[in-house]
C-alpha cells in the first residue's frame, strides 16, 4: 500500500524498471546530509579546488553546533540555520563563508536528488529561503606603509646554518625571501607560488591561473606577471633544477602550500617582534603591494583590481578584448621602484 502510495505521487511511466525500484526504496524523510557533504567535498579534493579546505572547516563547524550525525535534509530548516547563524556572530569571517558553504552543499543535494523533470522531490525544503547571511565584518588593517616594506626588504638578522657544506635556510630567512617573492610579483599568492609549474615560466614571465578562483570563473583567473630583475635572484635561488614539474623547491620542504604558508607566517612572527612591527602575514605583502599602488602610484581601484587578478566587474566586454597583461607589469615596477628608492 505504501508503494502504491508513492507511484501514484509521481510520474512513474516513463521510468525504467530500475529507476521505479530505486524511488520506491528512497525514503525522503532519510536522507542523510552529512554523509552527500563528505562526498561533495571529497569530490572537491579530487578536482583540485582551493576553497576544499574551507567546505571542510564550515561543514566540522556545523556538525559540532548540530551535534547529530544522522541528520538528514529534512531535518534542515530556517530556525537551524538561524540559530548557527548566531552562534558564529563574534568572528568576522566565518559568519558568511560557512553559511555559504553549507548553502551550496544543500543545493548541490537538492539537484542530486530530485528529479524536476519529473516531478520527483526528495528534497522539497529549502531552509535558506528565509535565511539572511550576513556579510563578512570589514577586515582590519593588513599592510604597512612603504617605508615599513623597505625595511622589512633590508632587514638582515636572519639566522642560517651550515653543516656539510650547506647551507640550512632558517624559517625567517624562507619567509624573508617568499615576502619579497609575494611583494614583487604583485601580491601574487603563496598556494601559486608552491603549485607553480615549470610549463607556467614562459619568456620571463610566470602565466598561470590563480589557484583560489581559477574553477569558478569562466576565464579560470588566469594571469602573466613579468619576474623582475629585482628578485631574479632569488627566483634563482629556489628554483627546482631536477625533471619534475614543479617550478620551485617548495615542495621538497613542504608537504602542501598550507604548510608552507603557516611556517611562513611563523617566520614572519619573529621578524616582526625583531623590527618593532605590527603582526606580519603573507596577505600583509599582497595588501601592502595593493595599497601602495593606489595611494602613492596613482593606480586606479579597477588597476589594482586587474593586477591581484580579482574578478573584473566587466565580464561581458571582456569578452570582445583580447587582454593586455603588460600594464600589471609596468604598475608593479612602479610599485617596486616606489618603495626601493
Not at 9 to 17: E, F, I, L, Q, S
Not at 160 to 165: G, L
Not at 184 to 203: F, V
Request: aromatic share 12%; net charge positive.
Amino acid at each position: 500500500e505504501g508503494y502504491m502510495e508513492k507511484s501514484n505521487r509521481y510520474d512513474v511511466g516513463k521510468m525504467t524498471c530500475n529507476e521505479l525500484v530505486e524511488l520506491l526504496r528512497r525514503d525522503e524523510e532519510s536522507i542523510p546530509f552529512f554523509e552527500f557533504a563528505t562526498k561533495f567535498i571529497g569530490d572537491m579534493i579530487n578536482d583540485g579546488s582551493a576553497g576544499a579546505r574551507n567546505y571542510r572547516t564550515a561543514l566540522n563547524n556545523f556538525k559540532e553546533y548540530v551535534d547529530d550525525s544522522r541528520l538528514t535534509f529534512k531535518d534542515i530548516d530556517s530556525k537551524l540555520i538561524n540559530g548557527w547563524i548566531k552562534s558564529l556572530m563574534n568572528t568576522s569571517r566565518a559568519r558568511q563563508m560557512y553559511p555559504s558553504a553549507i548553502k551550496t552543499i544543500f543545493k548541490a543535494g537538492a539537484e542530486y536528488y530530485n528529479d524536476y523533470d519529473r516531478g520527483i522531490m526528495l528534497i522539497s525544503n529549502d531552509p535558506f529561503r528565509r535565511v539572511t547571511i550576513p556579510k563578512a565584518a570589514t577586515p582590519k588593517k593588513r599592510s604597512i606603509d612603504p617605508a615599513e616594506v623597505r625595511k622589512f626588504f633590508e632587514y638582515e638578522e636572519v639566522k642560517e646554518s651550515v653543516f656539510f657544506n650547506e647551507t640550512i635556510q632558517s624559517r625567517e630567512s624562507i619567509a624573508k625571501d617568499v615576502c619579497i617573492m609575494v611583494f614583487c610579483l604583485a601580491g601574487i599568492n603563496t598556494a601559486d607560488l608552491y603549485h607553480m609549474k615549470k610549463d607556467n615560466y614562459n619568456k620571463g614571465k610566470l602565466c598561470y591561473n590563480r589557484r583560489k578562483t581559477r574553477s569558478s570563473r569562466d576565464d579560470s583567473a588566469y594571469i602573466e606577471v613579468k619576474v623582475v630583475d629585482y628578485i631574479k635572484p632569488l627566483f634563482e635561488k629556489y628554483l627546482d633544477k631536477s625533471k619534475g614539474d614543479f617550478l620551485f623547491t617548495f615542495h621538497k620542504r613542504y608537504r602542501d602550500h598550507q604548510t608552507l604558508n603557516k611556517s611562513i607566517n611563523q617566520g614572519l612572527t619573529r621578524i616582526a617582534k625583531g623590527m618593532g612591527l605590527p603582526n606580519l602575514t603573507t596577505y600583509t605583502f599582497r595588501h601592502s603591494w595593493a595599497t601602495i599602488a593606489q595611494n602613492h602610484c596613482g593606480a586606479s581601484i579597477a588597476d589594482v583590481a586587474f593586477a591581484l587578478n580579482h574578478v573584473s566587474e566587466h565580464k561581458i566586454t571582456e569578452r570582445y578584448i583580447s587582454i593586455d597583461y603588460s600594464p600589471i607589469d609596468k604598475l608593479n615596477e612602479k610599485v617596486i621602484d616606489y618603495v626601493i628608492n
